[in-house]
T-cell receptor, first 117, second 112 residues
Framework: GAVVSQHPSRVICKSGTSVKIECRSL??????MFWYRQFPKQSLMLMAT?????????EQGVEKDKFLINHASLTLSTLTVTSAHPEDSSFYIC?????????????FGPGTRLTVL | KNQVEQSPQSLIILEGKNCTLQ??????????LRWYKQDTGRGPVSLTI?????NTKSNGRYTATLDADTKQSSLHITASQLSDSASYIC???????????FGAGTRLTVKP
């Protein structure tokens, strides 16, 4: 149980375009979803925390107008990278905590590799 | 300075050998410590979780230890396999609000 999926698994786009990444909890309801970014050979960096039906909380230094997060339901959160540039190329990983499980247990998705040309 | 320091940064061992990865942390108040395995291009997968009162936790060939007094943890891998090649990330949770602090990871390569 506690499976989190992401779509797409990889995406290549042109500079200036917007890219949407979906994060779904497949077999549980997620109270909170987290979005991380990971550059090569570095650890995960938390970008934002989102709760269903409310605005996301962004970490310091993360532009909320550039990284739009929508958490429309208890099983789906989306991250939209607007006007993507090459420096946005990274590995984006989401995670979720279960409505019924321990609050401090995060289940990670498989990640989305974004390459901006 | 990162509040969760891992060592070594990378490690190469031969198949069948054992190895130990280290994690030192300075975060407070401590809630729990997790070790994750992250295959290249994949999301992290939890291996072990330990709370303040737990000294050791095993998951198959993986054994994690925790010394909450010295704020140190280790992950011991026994009889390594090629599939153990991955990054191993130490994550410490702070307080009650699920604030997780990530180590930079140790990149393990197991060679035949």
């Amino acid at each position: 149980g506690a499976v989190v999926s992401q779509h797409p698994s990889r995406v290549i786009c042109k500079s200036g375009t917007s890219v949407k990444i979906e994060c779904r909890s497949l077999d549980f309801q997620a109270t909170t979803m987290f979005w991380y970014r990971q550059f090569p050979k570095q650890s995960l960096m938390l970008m934002a925390t989102s709760n269903e039906g409310s605005k996301a909380t962004y970490e310091q230094g993360v532009e909320k107008d550039k990284f739009l997060i929508n958490h429309a339901s208890l099983t789906l959160s989306t991250l939209t990278v607007t006007s993507a540039h090459p420096e946005d190329s990274s590995f984006y990983i989401c995670s979720a905590t279960s409505l019924e499980g321990p609050r401090d247990t995060q289940y990670f998705g498989p990640g989305t590799r974004l390459t901006v040309l | 300075k990162n509040q969760v320091e891992q060592s070594p940064q990378s490690l190469i061992i031969l198949e069948g050998k054992n190895c130990t990865l280290q994690c030192n942390y300075t975060v407070s108040p401590f809630s729990n410590l997790r070790w994750y395995k992250q295959d290249t291009g994949r999301g992290p997968v939890s291996l072990t979780i330990m709370t303040f009162s737990e000294n050791t936790k095993s998951n198959g060939r993986y054994t994690a230890t925790l010394d909450a007094d010295t704020k140190q943890s280790s992950l011991h891998i026994t009889a390594s396999q090629l599939s153990d090649s991955a990054s191993y990330i130490c994550v410490v949770s702070v307080g009650d609000n699920n604030d997780m602090r990530f180590g930079a990871g140790t990149r393990l390569t197991v060679k035949p």
